[in-house]
């Protein structure tokens, strides 16, 4: 398997483009091998997959965990997402600082959020099937979050007016969050 590889200016986010064998049968493609993504940097114990299906317009996030902090390799098997990573280490000199790509069916790509971040989505296309693996379980009590709108990182979503869980409307701004509680 060939992976090219972007990094960003926030240290540790990836952007994977995995090789893409195709013909006109359909394509093959090789999503996650350990050993290549530890070569990468890309490492973790890959714990746990989730799935998710939303319709257009949904954001899901801003999320993280406390205490059990969860890197996440995510990607779009239908349609297509804005993903964004928001770097809430703490003394990372790009605390607060956050990065979008945006990811569809078509190109396979992978996005690579390290533990110590936020992380959320909107649906842009009709519907969206959103895949991720996880390197730690989900532990609802560990379960935290910034408001997706959140002025001081005025994030650049794509469509104005999103679907939000009540959970998700109700998180607050990044100043807000406990600093000795974010200790990832």
């Excluded at 992978?110 to 099937?129: D, I, K, M, N, T």
Aim: proline share 7%.
């Amino acid at each position: 398997m060939t992976l090219a590889i972007k990094s960003f200016q926030i240290d540790g986010i990836k952007l994977v483009t995995p090789r893409v064998f195709s013909d006109d049968r359909g394509y093959f493609f090789e999503s996650f091998n350990q050993r290549q993504y530890n070569d990468l940097g890309i490492e973790g114990d890959w714990v746990q997959d989730n799935q998710s299906f939303s319709t257009k317009g949904t954001l899901r996030g801003l999320h993280y965990q406390v205490d059990q902090p969860q890197a996440k390799l995510v990607r779009v098997v239908e349609g297509r997402v804005l993903d964004v990573a928001v770097d809430i280490r703490p003394g990372s000199p790009t605390y607060g600082k956050w990065q979008s790509v945006e990811l569809d069916a078509q190109q396979h790509q992978l996005f690579y959020v390290p533990a110590g971040f936020a992380h959320g989505f909107q649906v842009l296309s009709e519907r969206a099937v959103f895949l991720y693996k996880c390197s730690n379980f989900y532990a609802p009590n560990c379960e935290r979050g910034i408001l997706w709108n959140d002025p001081a990182l005025a994030i650049d979503w794509p469509l104005k007016n999103p679907q939000l869980s009540p959970k998700d409307l109700a998180l607050p701004l990044l100043a807000q969050l406990d600093p000795d509680e974010v200790r990832c």
